[in-house]
């Protein structure tokens, strides 16, 4: 890590390792380090995230690297700065795939039921209207969360709003969607609209 008054990787490492006090100024200085911030926000913004996204995942690749320096897992065959921003891809690549597999959730509740859709509204207006009327009357805790994921809000987005982990709103939005299948599957009259 190169630049006026920075640490080599050495001292870092040494740091990462130290007590208590020596661990915080370390990550402190990876945490606030321009030369730092700017090639994870280079690597993370060319990969398609978002700004929350790219604050997150810096963070938790701190950890990470926190975690991997104390528990001598980081080898030191590559720069810590590298290694930081391999973890923060692993990262992003890792949210891209919940966030793609949440689509496809929604997609695949689409399909079971054959619901026709124009461009990039997932429900007719009359079909969407009637699971809202069964969320209302049923799962009133899911109504928000699917109306915020059928508009097109993030996770991260979702997670903020209701301000509890990215994690909880994933695995809200699979429960919603299982509850409302098992739903709509012991009601016949649902699709005679």
Not at 155 to 183: D, G, H, M, T, Y
Request: hydrophobic letters at 35%; glycine letters at 2%.
């Amino acid at each position: 890590m190169s630049q006026k008054n920075t640490l080599t990787d050495k001292e870092l490492i040494a740091m990462f390792r130290g007590g208590t006090e020596q661990n915080e100024k370390a990550i402190r200085y990876v945490l606030t380090n321009p030369e730092i911030h700017a090639k994870i926000y280079s690597v993370l913004k060319k990969m398609g995230a978002d700004d929350d996204q790219i604050h997150d995942i810096k963070t938790d690749a701190i950890i990470v690297l926190d975690r991997d320096i104390r528990l001598y897992r980081f080898k030191e065959e590559s720069s810590l700065l590298t290694y930081l921003a391999a973890v923060a891809k692993f990262k992003l690549l890792n949210e891209f795939r919940r966030s793609d597999k949440e689509r496809r959730d929604m997609e695949q509740f689409i399909l079971e039921y054959e619901i026709d859709y124009e461009e990039d509204t997932f429900f007719t207006q009359e079909l969407f209207d009637k699971v809202i009327s069964l969320m209302s009357a049923h799962f009133e805790d899911c109504k928000y969360i699917l109306e915020m994921k059928t508009r097109g809000d993030s996770i991260p987005v979702i997670a903020q709003k209701l301000n509890i982990e990215k994690q909880s709103v994933s695995n809200r939005i699979s429960r919603c969607l299982s509850r409302i299948r098992n739903k709509i599957n012991t009601t016949p009259s649902f699709f005679d609209l």
